[in-house]
């Protein structure tokens, strides 16, 4: 088997299950109970905490285990918006966020927010002038996705953040998701107050996920009814999840270095060997991540391709896993300027660390043989 | 160019005549303790400053782990040059550039101590000033009031290059002020008090008092985290517990309700004598605050200091609330202090302390504790001490990291 769907989700590493499964068995207590077996997770919680801050190099009390990607973008926008709305209702993000972001905004429009959407170019990019000339008196939020999931494109989150040091009153959202372990990050310099991860996509387990929020910003509860996670997310914790991401983080920082190293000479395989296919155009920006290719084949339903693929026992997918049941071109290639054509037969590749030159070679000589063939039968 | 060196310069040390060779040693071994996880770097050292070598670790982590150095007044990322002008020049422009695109005016200032050396700093200012703008855009001079300040240092051993200069903790070097026994409640004041203390160079021990089953495991918890913490800036650190349920009771038993605050303190500090005299330190420190709540008041204060004739050190004691919330903050103790849980100072509180407590009366409730200095002597003897290392966390759950 060959899985090239990174981005969609990846395989947990097997001590992340052991360790999950340890503490499901061994420390189940709920962490607010009174007596000291209650004590004895509260303190593996902490330790948690502690492990997950140290490797993002933030304080332990600015970090909120949550559900995953969806939940710590909702919670940030939704929690930003309706915290602070007496001192603005205008919210700036971009046209290619991942859908629990873009939904997100569309809902809180219906609420009676204001939402700039900034344009990308053909790399995928917001421009940063664009983005410091949208900011008003009322702006309260600007949220960008750092890695686009779709196509790997960088946002220059950082410099987004220079800039918005001199808008103390704006909030500054980035949902990282996909850019966790792939592209570094330094939340300090970027000087963002909200940051988004997900536990799955970094072989953690589903249902797992991380939000960081800096000391100081204050958040409407997504969901109340307990005093869990710094008041901000009301529940029995996820003792095990927690446990479990924290060490899935550990690892993945420990393999990054020769990880990256790996992912970015696959990559240039794999864009070399796309090369050489006819009706063959690359959609991922030359300096975009080092785990996602984006391409379209002219042509050939995507689907159809998928399916063949699948036969061989290869998995690659058409755009996000969110939102790859809907039907027509994708939003983020149109958002780019691809036209419709392109938009409509993209194919994303996503690699993890685990990945190899000779899975990229037999997938490109599978990739030809089957474009090759479609490209008749469907032309 | 990488920065290759940082450059740690001392406070108030430079001012202690004779001691100041001891104070040196002593800091440059918490230094070395300091940067031990950082296994490439080098603590060399040089006269009137510590000088480390970088060697390829992360200086920022290694910059913001000397910020809590007590005795370092300043520290700065370098890059040494070869004592040579065009090395020099080279070097400056490097460092100033590592500064972000950001600086509109800067100066130079150049200090030549090897006057070996044939460049004098003013020639030094202009020629490295002037390689600085013929490399740059929209970057002007300006001597009084630069966006960044460019420090040439011309030293035998190479000259350093550095602007960006970090605060450091400031204080003395822990070690050198003899040592006091801090009293650990768990609450927002007591770890702060020792973190000051330790300030002045203090080496520092801990009592803290657990009444199971009336506090918690947790409690005590707290007290242990909130020692892990201190060990940032105190290094190794030890903390006594003393099982205190015992004369708990009894003063709840024996004592007027309105003077049991006043007692129970009384008892605290008598055993806090004890084991300073044992562990050889010459002075209490706390967290006591005036006015703050009825317990703190200077009649209060005036009773309870009556048993003791150890120097008790207070460094909270005339700040606001306020004001000690945010250093706890930002020794990173206030989150582990605001845990909800009950310590020895909490329970059986009576429903209306004295605030005005009388050293007379105080001494006559307590001709009702007829064995007590048995007591203290057996809170003494059955006292736990737990250890702390800052890079010896605890690993009760490594196994699931």
Redesign the interface.
């Known amino acids: 088997m060959i899985y090239f769907d990174n981005s969609a989700t990846t395989k947990p590493y097997k001590e992340v299950l052991d360790a999950f499964v340890t503490v499901s068995q061994t420390y189940f207590a709920n962490p607010s109970s009174i007596h000291s077996k209650g004590g004895e997770t509260e303190r593996l919680m902490l330790q948690a905490r502690k492990t997950v801050a140290g490797l993002l190099s933030v304080k332990p009390n600015e970090i909120i285990f949550t559900s995953g990607g969806t939940e710590g973008n909702n919670t940030a926008i939704k929690g930003i918006a309706l915290k602070h709305q007496e001192r603005g209702k205008h919210l700036i993000t971009s046209e290619v966020e991942h859908a629990s972001s873009y939904e997100t905004f569309h809902y809180l429009e219906s609420l009676g927010f204001e939402v700039t959407y900034l344009p990308v170019n053909g790399k995928g990019e917001i421009s940063l002038e664009q983005l410091e000339n949208s900011i008003r008196e009322d702006t309260i939020l600007v949220s960008l996705i750092h890695v686009n999931n779709e196509v790997g494109t960088i946002q220059p989150v950082v410099d987004a953040g220079k800039i918005l040091k001199k808008f103390p009153k704006v909030f500054f959202h980035v949902d990282h998701v996909q850019g966790i372990g792939k592209v570094p990050l330094n939340l300090k310099e970027a000087a963002i107050d909200l940051c988004t991860m997900s536990g799955h996509k970094f072989h953690g387990l589903k249902g797992t996920g991380i939000l960081y929020k800096r000391e100081g910003v204050s958040l409407s509860p997504l969901l109340t009814g307990g005093e869990q996670e710094i008041n901000v997310r009301a529940g029995t914790e996820n003792v095990a999840g927690i446990v479990s991401i924290a060490k899935a983080l550990r690892m993945s920082f420990d393999k990054m270095d020769a990880g990256v190293e790996t992912m970015n000479r696959v990559k240039e395989q794999i864009l070399e060997g796309l090369s050489d296919i006819q009706g063959i155009s690359i959609n991922t920006p030359a300096d975009g991540s080092p785990h996602i290719i984006n391409f379209s084949v002219d042509g050939v339903k995507p689907e159809v391709l998928i399916h063949t693929l699948d036969q061989k026992n290869i998995y690659v997918s058409t755009r996000s896993a969110c939102s790859s049941k809907q039907a027509g071109p994708s939003r983020i290639l149109m958002a780019m300027g691809l036209g419709q054509k392109r938009a409509n037969t993209a194919i994303r590749i996503s690699l993890s660390y685990e990945n190899t030159l000779e899975e990229a070679e037999i997938v490109l000589k599978e990739l030809k043989n089957a474009v090759v063939q479609l490209q008749t039968v469907m032309g | 160019m990488q920065y290759n060196h940082i450059v740690i310069r001392f406070g108030e040390l430079s001012l202690k005549g004779k001691n100041r060779r001891h104070f040196e040693s002593q800091l440059r071994e918490t230094v070395r303790k300091k940067l031990s996880p950082f296994t490439n770097a080098v603590v060399l050292k040089s006269y009137d400053r510590i000088l480390v070598e970088i060697n390829g670790e992360d200086h920022e ?1 290694m910059v913001a782990k000397l910020q809590e150095v007590f005795g370092i007044h300043a520290i700065s990322l370098a890059i040494r040059a070869e004592n040579e002008l065009e090395s020099i020049k080279e070097a400056a422009l490097a460092t100033f550039l590592k500064n972000g695109q950001g600086p509109k005016t800067f100066k130079v200032s150049a200090r030549r101590s090897n006057k070996h050396f044939p460049v004098g700093s003013m020639e030094l200012n202009r020629e490295v000033g002037g390689h600085i703008l013929k490399n740059t855009e929209n970057v002007s001079v300006d001597v009084h009031h630069p966006d960044i300040d460019v420090k040439v240092e011309v030293k035998d051993n190479g000259t350093f290059i550095s602007c960006e200069t970090y605060p450091g903790a400031g204080g003395l070097p822990i070690g050198v002020g003899g040592k006091a026994l801090l009293m650990l409640s768990g609450g927002i004041d007591s770890p702060v008090a020792g973190y000051l203390t330790m300030k002045r160079g203090v080496r520092l021990e801990a009592v803290h008092f657990h009444s199971p089953p009336f506090t ?3 409690a005590r ?1 707290k007290a242990e ?1 909130l020692m892990q913490e201190l060990t940032r800036y105190g290094g190794k650190l030890k903390l006594h517990i003393v099982h205190f349920t015992k004369i708990q009771q009894l003063i709840k038993e024996k004592i007027p309700a309105s003077y049991s605050m006043t007692i129970m303190r009384r008892m605290m500090l008598r055993i806090a004598e004890r084991i300073a005299e044992e562990r050889n330190a010459m002075a209490i420190a706390n967290g006591e605050n005036l006015g703050q709540v009825a317990s703190q008041t200077m009649y209060s204060m005036h009773t309870i200091n009556e048993v003791t004739n150890l120097p008790i050190i207070r460094p909270v004691v005339t700040m606001d609330k306020l004001e000690i919330i945010d250093i706890s ?1 930002k020794i ?1 103790t206030y ?1 582990i202090s605001i845990r909800p849980y009950e310590d020895c100072c909490t329970i059986f509180v009576p429903a209306a302390p004295k605030t005005k407590p009388k050293r007379e009366k105080a001494n006559r409730f307590e001709q009702a504790l007829e064995n007590m200095d048995e007591l203290i002597q057996e809170a003494v003897d059955t006292i736990e001490t737990v250890t702390f290392e800052e890079q010896k966390e ?1 690993t ?2 490594e196994d ?2």
């Open positions: 982590k918690s495991e947790r918890q985290d903050q990173g989150d605890r009760e759950f699931l990291f």
